[in-house]
């Protein structure tokens, strides 16, 4: 469990830091994008990640001791895409694509979380709210791709 659970640990890291090094909400062009009113503000942002960041930690180290290849490959791959999304967005400027990279982020999660609730539910009921978060971030992307 400690291997397992260090492996997830490092490897979400490493995400979270290869996303913090594109992120920059601060930027001129951040700041000019139309954005909804509902956009949360950085504090809640920075609090929401790291909720994802420990809960995708949680299901990493509980796939590696089920060695379930298939749900780890996806949730793996969530990550590698968000670090992905965050290039293409803040440092790229180019909405529209990162849009498209957080549909397939969703697409994932969404395997993922029907391959829980069929294997491991309880496991499904923590995963749950990184589903909701990927669609919530959906809609901001949708809505800034509209207005700009």
Known sequence: MLTATAAAMFY?????WGASV??????????ALGK????PSAQLFSMAWLTIYLIITAIIAFLLLDKNTKALIFV???CVLNVLWTAV??????????????ALIF???????????????WQ?????????????LLILNYIIVLTN
């Open 89 to 102: 967005f803040f440092l790229w400027h180019i909405p529209a694509i990162a849009l498209a990279v957080l």
């Open 107 to 121: 697409a994932a999660d969404t395997a993922v979380l029907f391959w829980l609730a069929v294997h491991k539910k």
């Open 76 to 78: 793996c791959a969530v």
């Open 22 to 31: 594109f992120a920059d909400a601060g930027s001129e062009w951040y700041l």
């Open 124 to 136: 499904a009921a923590v995963f749950s709210p990184v589903l909701l978060w990927y669609g919530f």
């Open 36 to 39: 909804p009113s509902f956009v």
């Open 12 to 16: 979400v890291l490493i995400t979270a």
